[in-house]
């Protein structure tokens, strides 16, 4: 039975277990600007992040507008050309719903600016 191979898978394993709890250290402000023996160094830096939005994608907006805009545009025309405009207005309803409720979730707040630090390396 050999053995060898077995330290070695354990001494890669250990490796990379070392380097992932390196990695896995947060920093917070009070750390910006710290250097290390290594050339790595703290960055903090402002990041948006979304909070709390049920809806992210948008999809409810985007489907009303497209369900309203479809009916509106069903009452234009007749034949081929009644077949566009509800093409057309569903296309058209369906982003405008998106905008008005990106709009929304933006006056409501979903998205805040974090700080955020992390160790890079240069």
């Known amino acids: 039975m050999n053995i060898r191979p077995i330290h070695a898978i354990a001494a890669a394993t250990l490796a990379l277990a070392t380097t992932g709890a390196v990695q ?9 600007g710290r250097t290390f023996s290594d050339g790595s160094r703290v ?48 296309i058209a309803g369906g982003a405008v719903g998106r905008k008005v409720q990106g709009d929304r979730q933006e006056a409501r707040g979903d998205r805040v600016v974090e700080r955020r630090c992390e160790r890079v390396w240069r």
């Open 24 to 32: 896995a250290q947060t920093y917070g402000e009070q750390d910006e």
């Open 43 to 90: 960055v903090c830096e402002d990041v948006e992040v979304r909070r709390g939005s049920k809806d992210p994608n948008r999809i409810a907006g985007t489907a009303a507008g497209a369900v309203i805009g479809g009916v509106v545009g069903s009452q234009i025309g007749s034949g081929k050309g009644r077949d566009l405009a509800t093409v057309g207005g569903a």
